[in-house]
């Protein structure tokens, strides 16, 4: 054969594997409401920009059922290109190729596609589509002995590059570690699961029967355990949180997060933040309205907006910068904190740290939930560690108090010993270890029973106890920086951001501390 | 089919702010419990009439207590 007819048969080799699993496997793949491995890359990166690696990779031929098969790209395509005009590797299953199933030369391919990321320092990007290990080749000692490295790497690689995995139909057994490793899980309704068990394991092994949807879907990952960040509509919508999602991040640890023209301008003040805050301080409102009027054009991309509501994370703008935003939400749970948030709280913060994103808290918090339910599930645990993920932050820290500041809520929503580089606080403050009817009824238990009216002396001692819980009190102390004007809340962050971008915060050497997880 | 309606938070009934046959959209609180030193609606998941309150304002009640029915 001469060169033209080798060029010839390269190009049909590639034609081959770009055919994915088949006419008919693609028909399925978009009849179950799935875009298609390849049509998802499109969408992804920029145009023309990917470049695959792998491409002519196929089955390792180990197993005996599967000679004679045909496996295109060994059913991961993987790659880098650009999104939003920066690199990221990518590691993206084709459930039309023995449903995605991950073979051992996908696995190389895969290992692979990591190191382009690790040691190239960009984001790594999973599209999980698969029904997990390809049993015919993993089966036995012999293979799976040596395997399992991939969350290693993933480990060690947290925090260095941004990591995120979406979930973009089914994702079980090991799968299903890939996105619990990862920074940022969005979830296709409908289509995605993920379970370290599928139903057919479940069924064999504690004699449930239900289906995958039940077991491990969106609503199940979003709403209750906290595995999943973002429930999206469809492949679509996917994509586009995961670009929206890295323009907020750096490429790596070593760098800022970049930062955008901003035509929102930096001494907006908002009118609205005057009666967003209802005057009892007993009632309820919904904090997305206070962030929102802050932050630029008003654009907040919240994380986990379906689970732990009690607390309000996500991504946001301010003067062209990204910042991570923590604010309690009084519409849920009057705002206390419990497991659930803290660690929601917790996470968030260690990822901003991790990539050098400011940190912004908009603190009412009654405190921390109590009672025997959450004794019982830990809440000294898992609010310690909220304690620890602040205390370990240091990008830029600055605080805001709305309204209630009780307790350790306080110390969690960086307040005054946990080095904010700006905490000020609006005219509605109320900064203390606890309320005045709790306060009065420890403190002054004895005098209020021997009073001759219990009542009238409980409420006299309260409106004493008052009087001290208000913001002047903890600016005339100098321990907040300052009293502001709500509608002065945009112009005063932003000026602090800028004041606070050389910060340097250099901590004593240690292995990593003991994290209270 | 009926659906009941359970408390998300351990407190007192502060208010009791619907009655059985009041039409409830999604969102609509049914009862106002007070806890943490604050007024917490539990709200109807969903559009319906109310068939059964089973809460007196100044009871207390558990999470996961049953407060409401919704037909």
Redesign the interface.
């Known amino acids: 054969m001469g060169l033209r007819d080798l060029v010839d048969e390269l190009a049909a080799k590639r034609a081959r594997s770009r055919s994915m699993g088949g006419d008919d496997a693609i028909a399925r793949q978009h009849a179950a409401g799935k875009l298609t491995v390849r049509e998802r890359l499109d969408l992804l990166f920029d145009a023309g920009s990917f470049s695959e690696i792998g491409g002519l990779a196929t089955h390792a031929g180990i197993a005996p059922d599967m000679a004679g098969k045909e496996t295109p790209a060994d059913g991961v395509v993987t790659g880098y290109g650009k999104v939003n005009g920066r690199l990221a590797a990518v590691i993206a299953y084709d459930f039309t190729v023995m449903a995605g199933s991950m073979g051992r030369n996908a696995e190389i391919k895969c290992n692979r596609a990591r190191e382009i990321a690790y040691t190239k320092r960009m984001p790594m990007i999973w599209l999980i589509d698969s029904a997990g290990a390809r049993i015919q080749e993993a089966i036995g000692s012999k293979s799976f002995a040596g395997s399992g490295l991939l969350f290693r790497e993933e480990s060690v690689m947290s925090g260095v590059v941004p990591q995120v995995a979406a979930m973009m139909g089914p994702g079980a057994a090991g799968t299903a570690y890939i996105p619990a490793l990862a920074d940022f899980v969005p979830m296709v309704k409908g289509t995605s699961n993920m379970a370290l068990g599928g139903p057919p394991l479940v069924k064999a092994v504690v004699g449930e029967d239900i289906s995958a949807e039940d077991l491990g879907g969106s609503k199940v990952h979003c709403e209750i355990s906290g595995v999943g960040d973002l429930e999206v509509a469809d492949d679509r919508a996917c994509l586009q949180a995961i670009k929206e999602y890295l323009a907020y991040f750096p490429s790596s640890n070593t760098e800022r997060p970049p930062a955008i023209p901003c035509d929102d301008p930096a001494d907006r003040r908002d009118e609205d933040l005057l009666a967003i805050v209802p005057d009892s301080?007993?009632?309820?409102y919904d904090v997305k309205k206070v962030v929102r009027a802050v932050v630029d054009h008003g654009a907040f991309f919240e994380i986990k907006p379906g689970w732990a509501k009690n607390i309000v994370v996500g991504l946001a703008r301010l003067g062209g910068a990204p910042v991570g935003v923590v604010a309690n939400q009084?519409m849920v749970?009057?705002?206390?904190l419990d497991v659930d948030s803290a660690d929601k709280a917790a996470r968030f913060i260690m990822l901003c740290d991790a990539f050098n994103v400011p940190l912004v808290f908009f603190q009412d918090v009654?405190?921390f939930?109590v009672?025997s339910?959450v004794e019982r599930a830990g809440i000294i645990r898992h609010g310690a560690k909220m304690l620890y993920a602040v205390s370990e932050a240091t990008v830029p820290k600055l605080t805001v108090v709305l309204r209630k500041a009780y307790g350790a809520g306080y110390f969690v929503m960086c307040g005054r010993g946990y080095e904010p580089d700006l905490i000020v606080a609006w005219p509605t403050a109320e900064i203390s270890v606890m309320?005045p009817?709790?306060g009065t009824n420890i403190i002054f238990r004895r005098e209020i029973a021997g009073a001759a009216n219990p009542d009238e002396e409980r409420a006299r001692r309260v409106e004493e106890f008052r009087k001290l819980i208000n913001p002047y009190m903890a600016a005339g102390a100098a321990l907040i920086d300052d009293v502001i004007d709500p509608r002065e809340t945009r112009p005063v962050l932003i000026r602090a951001l800028e004041m606070a971008r050389t910060k340097k915060i250099d901590r004593p050497w240690k292995k990593h501390g003991v994290m209270p997880v | 089919m009926p659906e009941e309606i359970k408390a998300?938070?351990?407190g007192v009934v502060y208010q009791v702010t619907a009655k059985p046959g009041d039409r409830v959209q999604a969102g609509d609180p049914v009862v106002v419990l007070?806890?943490?030193?604050?007024?917490?609606?539990v709200e109807a998941p969903r559009a319906g009439a109310v068939q059964e309150i089973r809460v007196k304002e100044g009871q207390t009640v558990q999470?996961g207590d049953t407060i409401a029915v919704l037909a």
Not at chain 1, 281 to 284: E, G, L, S, V, Y
Not at chain 2, 35 to 41: C, L, N, R, V
């Open positions: 301080p007993r009632r309820a009084p749970l009057g705002g206390a009654p405190g939930m009672g339910k309320g009817e709790g | 998300h938070i351990t007070e806890s943490m030193k604050m007024e917490i609606p999470e």
